[in-house]
């Protein structure tokens, strides 16, 4: 939305500069992105005032003029204009000063007079075409005042963002309310420049058909168009619009293109309502018909270009054809010309969802449809088509045909809602006098009725607030008009930082520093899969047909999230995720769960010249990432990683029970791709705070005593005592865990014991049938002496008996 700084200061008179007013806005009401000054290239032009003016002695076509120019003396000028005259005021460029052109002026002698200057004309300030002289003034303006503040040509712009959620502040009328009421000052309705009288409009009907002067209006789609109105002007005179309007449109960007669609414009970002108007020559039977498109019916639109509509668009028709796209665009046929005599002025409000079909359907956005598809105000169209009837009377001549017509099928009431004082005072942190809610309230068009003996108001919405239906809407009302940097910095006794985070985001967090740390990127997908019917949720309204279910798996969206970056030929992929997948389940809402998970494929790290090519990710890699992820997700728990079947490497048990799989990832991926893995984690049942305390002191939103079997971040000097080690082979059944093997050897080995290493696995000829063959290193280290070699003699024959005592395992020998 671009806004003028002097259109504002026409609703509501500030002294405020751009700057203030541009805070103000953005404090207010919506975001001011940038603040644009308009008609820059004239800041260096002052007023100059004319004391003498002689003829050059050595020209009869030149003058020789002293010039008041606020510098505290007078500069020799040479001009050749021959209006100019002593003791009136032209615009001035100074020696030194550029011109819009691009001209920069010098001291130089003319015919052997010197000139410390120019005295301009209007094309040369890009002001007109007028170039047969100098530009006089009609101010009273101290010499050397800036030529823009002087003459009221200088302008600000503004690009505000206006959230979908306020179609009322995409107007200078919805702005300058704002303003008005964060101002304190009163706002009025703009005069408008050659206006000598008012319009007034008739009441509203409750019908379907009216005739406006010679011209019959049918409304047949009250749902595309709840209300629609119209008025026949005859006799205009298309033709350039008047200076003032002109530079009205180019203030906020918009160019002129004749006195009739410069007026629809004009109150298009004055009021924000949209407006069209008819060619009436062009109207087959003098009719203007609101109906449904036929199907494959064509219209060429003002652009030029032919479109093909459907029955779910609303169309402006005469009696045999479409003329325009309700809310969008008008035809070409019955476009204002030059040769226009007579024109239908439209003004309606049509339904936004079908403007928003429409557009999107023809791929044509317009400044008509982007309001429309927004809701413009439905009380607007009447005061708004007797500005546009005045204006256009104005700049183009004419006079009204008849009455104007005014369909109005189902008049909505406005919305009425309760505010209660108790209930401000609760949700805002703070009490707020009763008077002051109802001036702030009031202040931006709201009508409140206070309830005798109760401290409450009965509140009237108006009609341009469609985003306020409830009491709750109010107060966010009253906390933004009263200024949220109003409220106090602590509405609580206690600081926000010491409440608990809960035990969920601990672990997510804890999750997503370790897969982070792992050089792991966080992919953040939509959770939408192409799936069946069968065993899938699915989306009721999908954003597209080919992913209208939700996912079971995280695995399933990281999945295409790899595919396409195969695509781009990213060769190292290593994503992960924490999202929620959804089963059907048997209730009537999908069962939800918290589920992290990772997917690698590639060279295991990154290549460089000077080393071989690094191995790619394997399925040991996989696993290792499963455990990363189990330790964060529960670091003081019991897990186990079993043998899965298919392409399911592993199942995650954790305390029992089965929490996820590590697997290789099927994708659809060219043949140089290397083969996918990926690690799947359900966190839903595994946040209970005893779980999200543990691993670490960091997180201490919740007090909770570790146990001493809980995983420990551990910090100690680097050792100074050389290490000692040995290895050992032993025989296992083959329904033995490895991991029954190793806690035995942990139990034995002592305190000493600093590292534990699996090293083979072996099952052949020279092993025993039912048997096979474990391999360990182990190292041992004294925090303050060396071992000696008789004291790990004795802890290799202490282990070995262990481990025969307690699982019958015993050495292998051969």
Not at 38 to 63: F, Q
Not at 71 to 94: I, S, W
Not at 103 to 129: H, P, Q, V, W, Y
Not at 773 to 798: C, G, N, Q
Request: some cysteine.
């Amino acid at each position: 939305m671009n806004a003028s700084h002097d259109w504002l200061n026409a609703f509501v008179q500030t002294s405020m500069t751009p700057a203030a007013l541009r805070d103000l806005i953005t404090a207010r009401c919506a975001t001011v992105d940038d603040m644009v000054s308009l008609r820059a290239d004239l800041s260096e032009i002052v007023i100059g005032y004319v004391v003498e003016a002689s003829r050059h002695p050595n020209s009869d076509h030149l003058w020789v003029t002293r010039v008041d120019a606020g510098t505290g003396e007078l500069l020799d000028v040479v001009c050749g204009a021959a209006n100019v005259t002593a003791g009136k005021r032209y615009p001035f460029a100074p020696a030194g000063a550029t011109l819009p052109g691009g001209l920069k002026l010098e001291k130089r002698k003319i015919r052997g007079s010197l000139s410390n200057g120019m005295l301009c004309s209007a094309r040369e300030l890009g002001l007109g075409d007028d170039h047969e002289g100098i530009l006089e003034l009609n101010t009273e303006a101290a010499p050397g005042t800036p030529f823009t503040s002087a003459m009221g040509v200088g302008d600000t712009r503004y690009v505000i963002d206006v959230q979908p959620n306020r179609p009322d502040l995409l107007s200078h009328l919805g702005i300058a309310r704002e303003i008005s009421a964060a101002s304190q000052q009163p706002m009025r309705w703009p005069d408008l420049p050659d206006v000598s009288h008012s319009f007034a409009t008739a009441p509203s009907v409750a019908a379907s058909a009216l005739r406006a002067g010679s011209v019959e209006v049918r409304l047949e789609d009250a749902a595309g168009a709840p209300r629609y109105m119209g008025v026949v002007i005859r006799g205009v005179s298309i033709g350039s619009s008047p200076a003032w309007l002109t530079a009205r449109l180019e203030s906020v960007g918009a160019r002129s293109i004749n006195n009739v669609v410069d007026a629809t414009n004009y109150l298009l970002h004055e009021l924000g309502q949209p407006m069209h108007a008819f060619d009436v020559a062009k109207l087959e039977g003098s009719a203007v018909i609101v109906r449904r498109a036929s199907a494959d019916e064509r219209l060429r639109t003002l652009d030029g270009v032919d479109r093909i509509l459907n029955p779910q668009m609303t169309v402006i028709a005469d009696a045999e054809r479409a003329q325009g796209i309700a809310g969008v665009m008008g035809g070409s046929e019955s476009e204002v010309t030059d040769a226009t005599k007579d024109i239908f002025l439209e003004v309606a409000t049509f339904d936004p969802a079908s403007v928003r079909r429409t557009r999107r359907a023809l791929g044509l956005s317009t400044d008509a449809s982007y309001r429309f598809e927004r809701g413009t105000d439905i009380e607007l169209p009447s005061a708004a088509l007797a500005r546009a009837v005045s204006l256009i009377l104005a700049v183009a001549g004419g006079e009204v045909d008849g009455a104007p017509v005014d369909l109005y099928p189902a008049p909505r009431a406005r919305a009425k809602a309760v505010l209660r004082v108790s209930r401000v005072a609760q949700l805002l942190g703070e009490p707020i006098p009763a008077a002051e809610i109802e001036r702030l309230v009031t202040s931006v068009g709201f009508k409140c009725a206070k309830h005798e003996g109760d401290s409450s108001f009965d509140v009237e919405i108006p009609s341009w607030r469609g985003d306020v239906r409830a009491e709750v809407d109010l107060i966010e009302e009253i906390a933004r008009l009263r200024g949220f940097d109003s409220f106090s910095e602590e509405l609580r006794p206690f600081r926000s930082g010491s409440v608990p985070a809960s035990p969920l985001d601990t672990v997510l967090k804890r999750v997503r520093e370790a897969l982070v740390m792992k050089g792991l990127l966080e992919a953040r997908p939509m959770p939408f899969v192409s799936g069946a019917e069968r065993g899938f949720v699915r989306v009721a309204n999908p954003i597209a047909e080919n992913e209208a279910y939700l996912r079971r798996e995280l695995l399933d969206t990281l999945s295409r999230r790899a595919e396409h970056n195969l695509s781009q030929m990213q060769r190292n992929i290593r994503l992960f995720e924490i999202g929620s997948v959804f089963d059907p389940g048997d209730a009537d809402l999908p069962r939800e769960e918290m589920h992290v998970a990772a997917l690698i494929l590639g060279d295991r790290r990154p290549a460089h010249w000077t080393e071989p090519p690094s191995p790619a990710f394997d399925e040991w890699d996989a696993k290792a990432l499963g455990e990363e992820i189990t330790r964060a997700v529960a670091p003081g728990s019991r897990s186990a990683f079993r043998p899965g079947e298919g392409d399911v490497l592993w199942t995650i048990e954790i305390d029992g029970a089965r929490r996820g799989e590590v697997r290789k990832v099927s994708l659809d991926a060219p043949l140089w791709a290397a083969q996918a893995f990926g690690a799947e984690v359900s966190v839903e049942r595994l946040t209970a705070e005893p779980v999200a305390a543990a691993g670490t002191a960091r997180y201490k939103s919740v007090a909770v005593s570790q146990s001493p079997a809980s995983h420990e971040i551990r910090y100690q000097v680097l050792p100074t005592t050389p290490s000692s080690s040995f290895d050992i082979a032993v025989l296992v059944p083959n329904d033995m865990r490895a991991e029954q093997v190793e806690e035995a050897i942990r139990r034995s080995a002592g305190t000493l014991l600093e590292k534990l290493t699996l090293l083979s696995e072996y099952r052949g000829d020279s092993i025993t049938q039912g048997m096979r063959s474990i391999a360990w290193h182990l190292v041992f280290r004294h925090p303050e002496r060396t071992l000696e070699s008789r004291e790990i003699s004795s802890r290799r024959e202490r282990l070995l008996r262990t481990l025969e005592g307690e699982l019958g395992v015993r050495q292998r020998t051969a």
